[in-house]
């Protein structure tokens, strides 16, 4: 549970990506923190789970979601019932393979989840934020769109084009009452990493310096900070929440 303590009331926060990992977490703090908080996501099972789960935190709706197709953005900005004020731009795929190994439908999707399904949703909701409050976008990038990494061409690569689209939608929107800034995670206990061997993980948890893998609480932090008001004058930044691993 976050140790953080911020209000969102009245408040309406949505988290692509949401049923599960680092996005359920994000939906359930700001649900803590009594949010309206919007789950989307394009697995249609656990995005049922994690609607039943989350309404014992607070007001929750789920919304059927694939960043990818345009039209199903479209239908999930018509669907909104309450202006947004936080768009959490989470939702993200990994196809690994070295370089000579991957295909370029590997490369495709992940590009189109994880850079182009951004564009999407930012695209669909823009004119649904609230015109009278604060509003925020963060994305989520990674450690990997920083540093690069082995067996990533696809996602390292999507990952850096998120913090560029990140830092000039600061530029642009600042004007009109946004902020746009990224985390940028490290390795988090996930169903993502947990698809990772072993020895890999044991290796990456040696070389940080804080000695464990991070937990999408610590994700989940952060992003509360970045949606709060006390963050009004962080814009265009990427935040690192890697316990070191990347110095
Ligand atoms: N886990 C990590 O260590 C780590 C590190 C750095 C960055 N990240 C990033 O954090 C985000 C969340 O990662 P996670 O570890 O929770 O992953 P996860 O696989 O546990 O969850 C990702 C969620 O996104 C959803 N999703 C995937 N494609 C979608 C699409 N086309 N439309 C709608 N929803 C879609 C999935 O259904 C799933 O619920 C991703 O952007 C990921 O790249 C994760």
């Given at each position: 549970m976050s140790q953080i303590s911020f209000s969102f009331k009245d408040r309406h926060v949505l988290v692509t990506?949401?049923?599960?990992?680092i996005g359920f977490e994000i939906a359930k703090e700001f649900l803590r923190a009594n949010a309206l908080v919007t789950v989307a996501d394009y697995n249609a099972e656990a995005l049922d789970a994690a609607g039943k789960e989350l309404k014992s935190f607070g007001t929750v709706q789920t919304c059927r979601l694939d960043v990818t197709d345009r039209s199903s953005c479209q239908k999930m900005a018509e669907s909104l019932t309450k202006p947004l004020n936080v768009l959490i731009n989470n939702a993200g795929i990994t196809r690994d393979k070295s370089f000579a190994k991957m295909t370029e439908q590997d490369f495709d999707q992940v590009i189109q989840t994880n850079l182009t399904g951004l564009f999407n949703v930012t695209k669909a909701l823009?004119?649904?934020?609230?015109?009278?409050q604060p509003k925020r976008i963060i994305n989520m990038a990674s450690v990997v769109a920083l540093y690069g990494n082995f067996g990533q061409t696809n996602y390292a690569a999507a990952k850096a084009g998120v913090v560029g689209m990140t830092k000039t939608w600061a530029k642009e929107f600042g004007r009109k009452g946004f902020t746009s800034n990224a985390v940028a995670p490290g390795f988090i206990r996930t169903k993502m990493t947990e698809a990772m061997p072993k020895e890999v993980l044991d290796g990456i948890t040696a070389k940080v310096p804080v000695q464990r893998l991070g937990e999408t609480s610590d994700i989940a932090n952060a992003c509360l900070f970045l949606a709060s008001d006390q963050a009004s004058y962080i814009n265009g930044t990427v935040i690192s929440v890697d316990g070191g691993l990347v110095l």
């Open positions: 990506g949401g049923a599960q990992g823009f004119e649904k934020f609230d015109a009278n």
